[in-house]
């Protein structure tokens, strides 16, 4: 009887030991698969934050790169306008003593004036819209939009991005009220 006795506590202590053996592994096995998640999750994030730095530079490129169309076509047109000044002021002299050549200079200020008009409207869009596609990638900012999505966004008509902000403006307000109204109930 005390031999069976033992056989079965020696059996049974095998099956703990054996059982115990089981739950470490899968302590140990769960351990690895929690830290080569975290290690996934890592490398996510990583990847992530460099795809929103790449696309963070590409819209700075691009808002630089309209910046300096802009003070090119700025600097083209005041050296347009200078050079027109000065031949209307050589024209202007000599072309002073007669009345068909003065008819002709009035002429010629008048169209310097349009072009000088069109020009400073011009410029003024220009800076204009590089300052509105500032301000736009700087409110999709506010409103955490991904720098991708901000990129892409950049690339199209003010217009539509300012469609594009007005109904994100208007989620956002949807979504605060929606949230009041679930606090309050």
């Known amino acids: 009887m005390t031999e069976d006795y033992l056989k ?24 690895i698969k929690e830290k080569k998640q975290l290690a996934k999750q890592k490398v996510k994030k990583r990847n992530r934050l460099a795809e929103e730095k790449k ?19 700025k600097k083209s047109i005041e050296d347009e306008l200078v050079s027109m000044e000065r031949r209307k002021k050589i024209t202007r002299e ?18 310097a004036k349009q072009f000088k008009k069109q ?3 011009q410029a003024e ?9 500032r301000t736009i990638v700087l409110n999709m900012q506010k ?4 720098a991708a999505q901000i990129a892409a966004i950049t690339a199209m008509p003010i217009e539509e991005v300012q469609q ?14 929606e949230d009041e109204w679930a606090v309050l109930e």
């Open 8 to 31: 079965n506590h020696d059996r049974d202590l095998t099956n703990y030991k054996d059982e115990i053996a089981r739950f470490e592994s899968d302590i140990v096995n769960k351990a």
């Open 55 to 73: 696309a963070k530079n590409k819209a700075e490129a691009i808002f630089q790169q309209e910046k300096k169309v802009f003070e090119k076509s």
């Open 94 to 111: 000599q072309l002073e003593n007669t009345q068909r050549m003065n008819t002709a200079m009035r002429k010629h200020r008048k169209e």
């Open 119 to 121: 020009a400073e409207e």
């Open 125 to 133: 869009q220009l800076r204009k819209q590089a300052e509105e596609r």
């Open 143 to 146: 409103f955490n939009m991904p």
């Open 164 to 177: 594009i902000i007005t109904q994100a403006e208007e989620q956002a307000l949807a979504q605060v009220h």
